[in-house]
Structure formats: structure tokens, C-alpha cells
């Protein structure tokens, strides 16, 4: 059974850093892409950033520069590190996995990290 469980999440004054760690746990499976999205009160999730199986990533326009979406293949493990935060990052973020399980590409989310950056 594979599960993903994020950690790193909190509330900072604006300008401040959180780093946010998602770890996928099972075995006989292998990491496609991971991604990590967010989904703030009254709006749709948004995908934040991604990183796919090669190391290529990609960032929402809103958190370029501020956002780096890393991975630890040894630790199937994937971190987001937001710098110079603000409150319109405020909250619910999300990690989700692609991954190659049981012969089928599938598709995993955990249980979500709340972020609050007050001003």
C-alpha cells in the first residue's frame, strides 16, 4: 500500500520560510512526477509546482522565484521550500504523486499541510 504524508507546514509573518516534505511510503513502486498543489477557502486547488522523473520542475507564475520544488530519489521524497512568503499563500497545501504501481500508472494525494503566512 502506498501512502504519502507531508509534514512542514505552519503559520509565518509575511517574508518568512517554510519547507514543506512529502514523503511516499510502500514499496515496489517507482515516482513518474511529483507535484504540490494548494487550495485556499472559497477557491479551486492550483498546482504550485512539479518535478518530473528527469528533475525537470515547473512553478505557477505566482510563487516563481519565491519557490523550489526539489527531490530525494534515495528517500522517495519530495520538498517544496517557499522563501519571502505572503498572506495570498495562505493555504491548504498538497502533495501528489504519479506513480508506476501494481503494472499501472497511478495517481496518489496526501492529506493536505496547512500553511498560514499572516501580514
Known amino acids: 500500500q502506498v501512502q504519502l504524508v507531508e509534514s512542514g507546514g505552519g503559520s509565518v509573518q509575511a517574508g518568512g520560510s517554510l519547507r514543506l516534505s512529502c514523503v511516499v511510503s510502500g514499496s515496489s513502486f517507482s515516482i513518474n512526477a511529483m507535484d504540490w498543489y494548494r487550495q485556499a477557502p472559497g477557491k479551486q486547488r492550483e498546482l504550485v509546482a512539479a518535478v518530473r522523473r528527469g528533475g525537470d520542475t515547473m512553478y505557477a507564475d505566482s510563487v516563481k522565484g519565491r519557490c523550489t520544488i526539489s527531490r530525494d530519489n534515495a528517500k522517495n521524497t519530495v520538498y517544496l521550500q517557499m522563501n519571502s512568503l505572503k498572506p495570498e499563500d495562505t493555504a491548504v497545501y498538497y502533495c501528489?504523486?504519479?506513480?508506476?504501481?501494481?503494472?499501472?500508472?497511478?495517481?496518489?494525494w496526501g492529506q493536505g499541510t496547512q500553511v498560514t503566512v499572516s501580514s
Open positions: 501528489h504523486a504519479n506513480l508506476r504501481y501494481s503494472g499501472a500508472d497511478r495517481s496518489y
